[in-house]
């Protein structure tokens, strides 16, 4: 058993929370058991994560996108009513952590997918969103055929990946943003970069990769998010001793 603020602290002390400016607040968000025993870890605290978490036994819930967005309404919806509603009834705790959580060095989202890649994450700044550096750049000493490449990408997200093929035929250095982060490719182009992993493309990505020679791949949102948080309830169930279970609640974005 562990209690509610030493795993926060830890979480917020680890992520470095107050590094990052965001798009809503990271740690905790929503207060309940002082005492855990169990947590839940998933990628967005919607209705369905909630609910199962209670469902398992859970006292607290870490997602990596949480309940509040700047972009949201101040008044609460219905939806979010709700969402809270199943919190506050079963004193369940919410947290979340979102670009601290890309940005991590050792368990972020984006160093775990270039290394499921078969790739090693280097020191260049990359992907750079609200003034802080969050993605990826990572290289292969011998490079990958640009068609195993693209065979790791589905193998590590479980899902067909949007690609646009117009880079090498052998891939030997990558950049990698999760998420939402295909504006990012023009920085890609830019450091000549072979490939380009991010969730979710855009209009213009098609174009931009074509010109720019580079290998884009759109392997979907929730897919390519699901490694930093599942390792983060892990490192966290390690040092205090808790149950931890990561809740899939995939999403085809």
């Excluded at 368990?107 to 990826?136: H, M, Q, S, W, Y």
Aim: net charge negative; with cysteine; aromatic share 8%.
């Amino acid at each position: 058993m562990a209690t509610r603020d030493e795993i926060i602290d830890f979480c917020d002390s680890l992520l470095e929370i107050g590094s990052f400016t965001d798009y809503g607040p990271n740690g905790l968000q929503v207060p309940g058991a002082e005492e855990v025993t169990k947590i839940a870890s998933g990628v967005s605290a919607h209705r369905e994560l909630l609910q199962r978490a209670v469902d398992a036994g859970a006292q607290l819930v870490i997602a990596h996108h949480g309940l509040f967005w700047d972009f949201h309404p101040r008044a609460l919806t219905p939806a979010m009513a709700e969402r809270l509603r199943i919190a506050l009834t079963n004193d369940l705790s919410v947290a979340g952590y979102h670009l601290p959580l890309d940005a991590h060095r050792e368990i972020g989202n984006n160093v775990l997918l270039a290394r499921a890649l078969g790739f090693e994450p280097t020191d260049e700044p990359f992907g750079v969103v609200k003034g802080a550096p969050i993605g990826c750049v990572a290289s292969h000493p011998k490079g990958v055929d640009a068609a195993e490449f693209a065979r790791r990408v589905r193998d590590v997200t479980d899902r067909e990946p949007l690609h646009f093929d117009f880079g090498p035929r052998r891939v030997r250095r990558i950049g990698v943003v999760t998420g939402a982060g295909n504006s990012e490719i023009h920085a890609a182009v830019a450091l000549g970069l072979d490939a380009f992993v991010t969730g979710e493309p855009a209009e213009h990505v098609m174009a931009d990769a074509r010109e720019g020679g580079i290998h884009f791949f759109a392997a979907g949102h929730y897919a390519t998010e699901t490694l930093g948080i599942r390792r983060l309830g892990e490192l966290v169930a390690e040092r205090f001793g808790v149950e931890h279970e990561f809740i899939a609640v995939p999403n085809p974005v």
